[in-house]
Protein backbone atom coordinates (compact mmCIF):
# COMPACT_ATOMS: atom_id res chain seq x y z
CA UNK A 1 0.00 0.00 0.00
CA UNK A 2 1.51 3.73 -0.81
CA UNK A 3 2.55 5.78 2.09
CA UNK A 4 3.04 9.40 2.51
CA UNK A 5 4.76 11.75 4.77
CA UNK A 6 2.67 13.60 7.32
CA UNK A 7 2.64 15.61 11.09
CA UNK A 8 -0.41 13.53 13.26
CA UNK A 9 -1.12 13.85 16.74
CA UNK A 10 -1.01 10.64 18.71
CA UNK A 11 -2.71 11.54 21.48
CA UNK A 12 -4.72 14.95 22.83
CA UNK A 13 -2.26 16.20 24.79
CA UNK A 14 1.05 15.26 22.76
CA UNK A 15 2.22 17.49 20.02
CA UNK A 16 1.96 16.36 16.41
CA UNK A 17 5.25 15.29 14.86
CA UNK A 18 6.89 13.44 12.14
CA UNK A 19 5.21 9.91 10.72
CA UNK A 20 4.29 7.94 7.86
CA UNK A 21 0.50 7.13 6.97
CA UNK A 22 -1.04 4.49 4.36
CA UNK A 23 -2.67 6.35 1.15
CA UNK A 24 -4.67 4.52 -1.33
CA UNK A 25 -3.69 3.78 -4.96
CA UNK A 26 -6.04 6.11 -7.21
CA UNK A 27 -9.33 3.96 -8.77
CA UNK A 28 -10.72 4.78 -11.28
CA UNK A 29 -12.61 7.80 -10.23
CA UNK A 30 -9.67 9.21 -7.97
CA UNK A 31 -6.90 12.27 -8.55
CA UNK A 32 -4.00 11.88 -6.16
CA UNK A 33 -2.24 15.31 -5.44
CA UNK A 34 1.13 16.36 -4.22
CA UNK A 35 0.18 18.81 -1.70
CA UNK A 36 1.83 22.08 -2.04
CA UNK A 37 -0.11 24.34 0.81
CA UNK A 38 -2.36 23.46 3.71
CA UNK A 39 -3.97 25.87 5.77
CA UNK A 40 -4.51 25.84 9.31
CA UNK A 41 -7.96 25.99 10.81
CA UNK A 42 -8.96 26.34 14.25
CA UNK A 43 -10.73 23.24 13.71
CA UNK A 44 -7.59 21.43 13.30
CA UNK A 45 -6.53 22.47 16.99
CA UNK A 46 -9.98 21.52 18.29
CA UNK A 47 -10.44 18.31 16.45
CA UNK A 48 -6.45 17.49 17.73
CA UNK A 49 -7.21 17.94 21.03
CA UNK A 50 -10.16 16.45 21.02
CA UNK A 51 -12.53 19.28 22.24
CA UNK A 52 -15.43 18.44 20.19
CA UNK A 53 -17.14 15.83 22.51
CA UNK A 54 -20.08 15.42 19.61
CA UNK A 55 -16.91 14.57 17.11
CA UNK A 56 -14.53 12.13 19.44
CA UNK A 57 -11.22 12.37 18.15
CA UNK A 58 -9.53 8.98 16.60
CA UNK A 59 -5.51 8.83 16.44
CA UNK A 60 -3.52 9.08 15.34
CA UNK A 61 -4.82 12.40 13.70
CA UNK A 62 -3.58 13.92 10.50
CA UNK A 63 -5.28 17.05 10.36
CA UNK A 64 -5.84 19.58 7.29
CA UNK A 65 -8.70 20.40 4.99
CA UNK A 66 -7.61 23.82 3.63
CA UNK A 67 -5.57 22.15 0.62
CA UNK A 68 -4.09 22.79 -2.80
CA UNK A 69 -1.82 20.69 -4.51
CA UNK A 70 -0.67 20.04 -7.55
CA UNK A 71 -2.53 16.45 -9.14
CA UNK A 72 0.07 13.28 -10.01
CA UNK A 73 -1.95 10.79 -11.04
CA UNK A 74 -5.73 10.15 -12.11
CA UNK A 75 -7.79 7.44 -12.57
CA UNK A 76 -9.13 6.38 -16.16
CA UNK A 77 -12.54 7.30 -15.57
CA UNK A 78 -11.53 10.96 -14.33
CA UNK A 79 -12.48 13.58 -17.12
CA UNK A 80 -11.95 16.80 -15.25
CA UNK A 81 -8.43 16.88 -14.12
CA UNK A 82 -5.18 15.16 -15.74
CA UNK A 83 -1.33 15.64 -14.04
CA UNK A 84 -0.17 19.02 -13.75
CA UNK A 85 -3.14 20.86 -13.13
CA UNK A 86 -3.30 23.31 -9.84
CA UNK A 87 -6.35 22.00 -7.45
CA UNK A 88 -7.87 22.19 -4.43
CA UNK A 89 -9.59 19.73 -1.56
CA UNK A 90 -11.83 21.38 1.23
CA UNK A 91 -13.40 19.73 4.00
CA UNK A 92 -15.62 16.98 2.25
CA UNK A 93 -14.05 14.34 0.50
CA UNK A 94 -17.28 11.69 0.30
CA UNK A 95 -20.31 11.74 0.66
CA UNK A 96 -23.40 9.08 -0.75
CA UNK A 97 -23.97 11.48 -3.89
CA UNK A 98 -27.86 10.54 -3.52
CA UNK A 99 -29.74 11.62 -0.75
CA UNK A 100 -31.93 15.00 -0.61
CA UNK A 101 -28.96 17.09 0.21
CA UNK A 102 -26.53 15.71 -2.62
CA UNK A 103 -28.97 16.28 -5.18
CA UNK A 104 -29.49 19.25 -4.21
CA UNK A 105 -25.49 20.35 -3.92
CA UNK A 106 -25.32 20.48 -0.17
CA UNK A 107 -23.14 17.21 0.38
CA UNK A 108 -22.16 19.11 3.56
CA UNK A 109 -25.33 18.11 4.82
CA UNK A 110 -25.06 14.54 3.92
CA UNK A 111 -25.62 11.96 6.86
CA UNK A 112 -23.00 9.84 5.24
CA UNK A 113 -20.34 12.69 4.31
CA UNK A 114 -16.69 12.25 4.72
CA UNK A 115 -15.31 14.97 5.97
CA UNK A 116 -11.09 15.37 5.22
CA UNK A 117 -9.97 14.09 8.15
CA UNK A 118 -11.25 12.05 11.40
CA UNK A 119 -14.12 10.62 8.97
CA UNK A 120 -14.80 6.96 8.85
CA UNK A 121 -12.61 5.72 5.85
CA UNK A 122 -14.80 3.66 3.66
CA UNK A 123 -11.83 2.34 1.60
CA UNK A 124 -10.58 0.65 4.73
CA UNK A 125 -7.22 2.54 4.01
CA UNK A 126 -6.91 3.43 7.66
CA UNK A 127 -9.19 3.48 10.44
CA UNK A 128 -10.45 7.50 9.61
CA UNK A 129 -9.43 10.01 6.74
CA UNK A 130 -6.54 11.74 7.31
CA UNK A 131 -5.87 15.69 5.93
CA UNK A 132 -3.67 17.24 4.16
CA UNK A 133 -0.44 18.06 6.83
CA UNK A 134 0.92 15.23 4.49
CA UNK A 135 2.77 14.75 1.27
CA UNK A 136 0.21 13.58 -0.80
CA UNK A 137 -3.68 13.04 -0.84
CA UNK A 138 -6.05 10.67 -2.88
CA UNK A 139 -9.71 12.12 -3.33
CA UNK A 140 -13.01 11.22 -5.60
CA UNK A 141 -12.59 13.53 -8.58
CA UNK A 142 -16.31 15.07 -7.48
CA UNK A 143 -14.61 16.84 -4.34
CA UNK A 144 -11.81 17.91 -6.06
CA UNK A 145 -11.67 21.92 -7.34
CA UNK A 146 -10.50 23.43 -9.62
CA UNK A 147 -7.79 26.83 -8.28
CA UNK A 148 -7.64 30.01 -10.84
CA UNK A 149 -4.63 29.94 -11.96
CA UNK A 150 -4.16 33.90 -11.32
CA UNK A 151 -3.82 33.47 -7.52
CA UNK A 152 -1.13 32.94 -4.98
CA UNK A 153 -1.10 29.48 -3.89
CA UNK A 154 -0.64 30.17 -0.09
CA UNK A 155 -3.16 32.35 0.04
CA UNK A 156 -5.73 30.34 -1.49
CA UNK A 157 -5.45 27.24 0.66
CA UNK A 158 -7.29 29.02 3.72
CA UNK A 159 -10.17 29.62 0.81
CA UNK A 160 -11.15 26.26 1.27
CA UNK A 161 -12.79 26.69 4.54
CA UNK A 162 -12.45 30.30 5.88
CA UNK A 163 -13.24 31.46 2.26
CA UNK A 164 -16.31 29.41 1.76
CA UNK A 165 -17.89 29.31 5.28
CA UNK A 166 -18.00 33.37 5.14
CA UNK A 167 -18.55 33.34 1.35
CA UNK A 168 -21.79 30.89 1.72
CA UNK A 169 -24.09 33.32 3.72
CA UNK A 170 -23.21 36.55 2.52
CA UNK A 171 -24.15 34.77 -0.82
CA UNK A 172 -26.91 33.23 -0.40
CA UNK A 173 -28.48 36.19 1.95
CA UNK A 174 -29.15 37.88 -1.44
CA UNK A 175 -27.90 40.30 -3.78
CA UNK A 176 -26.17 42.64 -0.81
CA UNK A 177 -25.02 46.01 -3.22
CA UNK A 178 -25.26 49.24 -1.45
CA UNK A 179 -26.62 47.03 1.79
CA UNK A 180 -25.79 47.88 4.94
CA UNK A 181 -23.59 44.52 5.72
CA UNK A 182 -21.78 44.00 9.79
CA UNK A 183 -19.07 41.75 9.96
CA UNK A 184 -18.32 40.87 13.74
CA UNK A 185 -14.74 39.41 14.81
CA UNK A 186 -12.08 40.45 12.62
CA UNK A 187 -9.93 36.83 12.79
CA UNK A 188 -9.58 34.30 10.04
CA UNK A 189 -13.15 33.79 9.02
CA UNK A 190 -13.94 37.37 9.84
CA UNK A 191 -11.58 38.79 6.99
CA UNK A 192 -12.33 36.85 4.64
CA UNK A 193 -16.42 38.02 5.37
CA UNK A 194 -14.91 42.00 5.07
CA UNK A 195 -13.47 41.08 1.67
CA UNK A 196 -16.47 39.04 0.27
CA UNK A 197 -18.79 41.88 1.09
CA UNK A 198 -16.88 44.37 -0.06
CA UNK A 199 -16.32 43.04 -3.39
CA UNK A 200 -20.32 42.60 -3.70
CA UNK A 201 -20.64 46.28 -3.17
CA UNK A 202 -22.17 46.37 0.15
CA UNK A 203 -21.28 49.13 2.97
CA UNK A 204 -19.33 46.88 5.40
CA UNK A 205 -19.10 47.89 8.67
CA UNK A 206 -16.27 45.34 11.19
CA UNK A 207 -17.59 45.14 14.74
CA UNK A 208 -14.65 44.37 16.34
CA UNK A 209 -14.08 44.49 20.66
CA UNK A 210 -10.25 45.82 19.89
CA UNK A 211 -9.74 49.60 18.37
CA UNK A 212 -6.38 48.95 17.51
CA UNK A 213 -7.91 46.58 14.81
CA UNK A 214 -9.85 49.67 13.14
CA UNK A 215 -6.46 50.10 10.55
CA UNK A 216 -6.84 46.67 9.82
CA UNK A 217 -10.36 46.76 9.06
CA UNK A 218 -10.18 49.66 6.38
CA UNK A 219 -7.25 48.57 4.68
CA UNK A 220 -8.78 45.16 3.87
CA UNK A 221 -12.37 46.71 3.06
CA UNK A 222 -14.73 47.82 5.66
CA UNK A 223 -16.42 51.42 5.21
CA UNK A 224 -16.57 51.68 9.04
CA UNK A 225 -15.53 50.20 11.93
CA UNK A 226 -17.75 50.01 15.41
CA UNK A 227 -16.01 49.27 18.26
CA UNK A 228 -18.39 47.19 20.34
CA UNK A 229 -16.86 48.25 23.75
CA UNK A 230 -18.20 51.77 23.01
CA UNK A 231 -21.73 51.90 24.19
CA UNK A 232 -22.51 55.47 22.45
CA UNK A 233 -20.47 54.09 19.06
CA UNK A 234 -23.16 50.95 19.50
CA UNK A 235 -26.19 53.35 19.96
CA UNK A 236 -25.59 55.48 16.64
CA UNK A 237 -25.67 51.76 14.70
CA UNK A 238 -28.94 50.37 16.55
CA UNK A 239 -31.69 48.86 14.02
CA UNK A 240 -29.51 50.01 10.76
CA UNK A 241 -28.15 46.95 9.76
CA UNK A 242 -29.46 44.61 7.00
CA UNK A 243 -27.14 41.58 7.34
CA UNK A 244 -24.69 40.11 10.03
CA UNK A 245 -21.97 37.72 9.54
CA UNK A 246 -21.09 36.71 13.25
CA UNK A 247 -17.96 34.92 12.83
CA UNK A 248 -16.76 35.06 16.60
CA UNK A 249 -16.52 31.78 18.58
CA UNK A 250 -16.08 33.30 21.95
CA UNK A 251 -18.92 33.71 24.46
CA UNK A 252 -20.81 37.13 23.73
CA UNK A 253 -23.91 38.29 23.83
CA UNK A 254 -26.02 37.65 20.87
CA UNK A 255 -28.88 40.13 21.66
CA UNK A 256 -26.56 42.76 21.86
CA UNK A 257 -26.14 42.27 18.21
CA UNK A 258 -29.49 41.62 17.40
CA UNK A 259 -30.59 44.97 18.58
CA UNK A 260 -28.46 46.35 15.62
CA UNK A 261 -30.88 44.73 13.21
CA UNK A 262 -33.63 46.56 11.24
CA UNK A 263 -36.38 45.24 10.29
CA UNK A 264 -36.16 41.57 8.46
CA UNK A 265 -32.59 41.83 9.32
CA UNK A 266 -30.74 38.60 9.53
CA UNK A 267 -27.69 37.62 11.95
CA UNK A 268 -26.43 34.70 10.36
CA UNK A 269 -23.87 32.76 12.86
CA UNK A 270 -20.36 30.96 11.24
CA UNK A 271 -18.07 31.17 14.92
CA UNK A 272 -19.70 28.42 17.04
CA UNK A 273 -19.20 28.98 21.01
CA UNK A 274 -19.08 25.72 22.25
CA UNK A 275 -21.49 27.00 25.02
CA UNK A 276 -25.22 27.99 24.55
CA UNK A 277 -26.08 31.80 23.64
CA UNK A 278 -29.33 32.75 25.82
CA UNK A 279 -31.45 34.91 22.98
CA UNK A 280 -34.37 37.53 23.89
CA UNK A 281 -37.63 36.37 22.28
CA UNK A 282 -38.34 40.16 21.95
CA UNK A 283 -34.96 40.76 20.03
CA UNK A 284 -36.04 39.17 17.55
CA UNK A 285 -40.20 39.76 17.45
CA UNK A 286 -39.68 43.10 17.58
CA UNK A 287 -37.95 43.51 14.03
CA UNK A 288 -39.24 40.04 12.61
CA UNK A 289 -35.51 39.30 12.63
CA UNK A 290 -34.10 36.30 11.43
CA UNK A 291 -31.28 34.44 13.39
CA UNK A 292 -29.68 31.61 11.45
CA UNK A 293 -26.67 29.38 11.34
CA UNK A 294 -24.35 28.67 8.17
CA UNK A 295 -21.87 25.33 7.58
CA UNK A 296 -19.15 25.94 4.47
CA UNK A 297 -21.30 25.15 1.52
CA UNK A 298 -21.58 22.54 -1.27
CA UNK A 299 -18.91 21.48 -3.99
CA UNK A 300 -20.38 23.74 -6.74
CA UNK A 301 -20.89 26.87 -4.29
CA UNK A 302 -17.14 26.28 -3.49
CA UNK A 303 -16.57 26.18 -7.12
CA UNK A 304 -18.27 29.37 -7.14
CA UNK A 305 -16.51 31.25 -4.46
CA UNK A 306 -13.11 30.25 -5.62
CA UNK A 307 -14.48 31.22 -9.06
CA UNK A 308 -15.36 35.00 -7.48
CA UNK A 309 -11.87 34.72 -5.90
CA UNK A 310 -10.23 34.64 -9.39
CA UNK A 311 -12.52 37.58 -10.74
CA UNK A 312 -11.78 40.14 -8.01
CA UNK A 313 -8.10 38.39 -6.90
CA UNK A 314 -9.34 37.80 -3.40
CA UNK A 315 -7.12 35.31 -1.22
CA UNK A 316 -6.72 35.04 2.22
CA UNK A 317 -4.15 37.12 4.54
CA UNK A 318 -1.40 33.96 5.16
CA UNK A 319 1.46 33.60 7.28
CA UNK A 320 3.61 31.12 5.39
CA UNK A 321 5.04 28.62 8.11
CA UNK A 322 7.08 25.61 7.95
CA UNK A 323 6.02 22.53 9.07
CA UNK A 324 8.17 22.07 11.67
CA UNK A 325 6.55 25.05 13.25
CA UNK A 326 2.89 23.87 13.02
CA UNK A 327 2.95 22.98 17.47
CA UNK A 328 4.15 26.83 17.98
CA UNK A 329 1.60 27.75 15.50
CA UNK A 330 -1.21 25.81 17.74
CA UNK A 331 -0.42 27.74 20.96
CA UNK A 332 -0.52 31.28 18.60
CA UNK A 333 -3.73 30.67 17.43
CA UNK A 334 -4.93 29.92 21.01
CA UNK A 335 -3.90 33.54 21.97
CA UNK A 336 -5.28 34.85 18.38
CA UNK A 337 -1.70 35.65 17.67
CA UNK A 338 -2.15 35.32 13.49
CA UNK A 339 -2.93 37.98 10.94
CA UNK A 340 -5.24 36.38 9.89
CA UNK A 341 -4.35 32.43 8.96
CA UNK A 342 -1.00 30.19 9.11
CA UNK A 343 -0.61 28.67 5.52
CA UNK A 344 1.57 25.49 5.53
CA UNK A 345 4.41 25.30 2.69
CA UNK A 346 4.15 21.03 2.43
CA UNK A 347 7.56 21.36 0.76
CA UNK A 348 9.27 21.60 4.14
CA UNK A 349 7.78 18.32 5.03
CA UNK A 350 10.84 16.96 2.94
CA UNK A 351 13.06 18.43 5.82
CA UNK A 352 11.92 15.71 8.27
Known amino acids: MPTAKAYAASSATSPL ?6 RRAPTDRDVELEILYCGVCHSDLHQVRNEWKALPTVYPCVPGHEIVGRVTQVGSAVTKYQEG ?4 VGCLVDSDHTCPSCEADLEQFCPRAAFT ?31 PTNLEL ?16 IRRWGDIKGKKVGILGLGGLGHMGVKFAHAFG ?3 VVLTSSANKKEDALRLGADEVVVTRDPGEMRKHASSFDFILDTVSADHDINTYLNLLKIDGTLTLVGAPDKPMPVAAFGLIFGRKRLAGSLIGGIAETQEML ?9 SDVEVIAIQ ?16 RFSIDMASLKNG
Not at 325 to 340: C, F, G, H, T, W
Open 17 to 22: ASTSIP
Open 85 to 88: DIVG
Open 117 to 147: YNSRDKHGTAPVTYGGYSSSIVVDERFVLKV
Open 154 to 169: AGVAPLLCAGITSYSP
Open 202 to 204: AHT
Open 307 to 315: DFCGEHNIT
Open 325 to 340: QINEAYDRLVKSDVKY
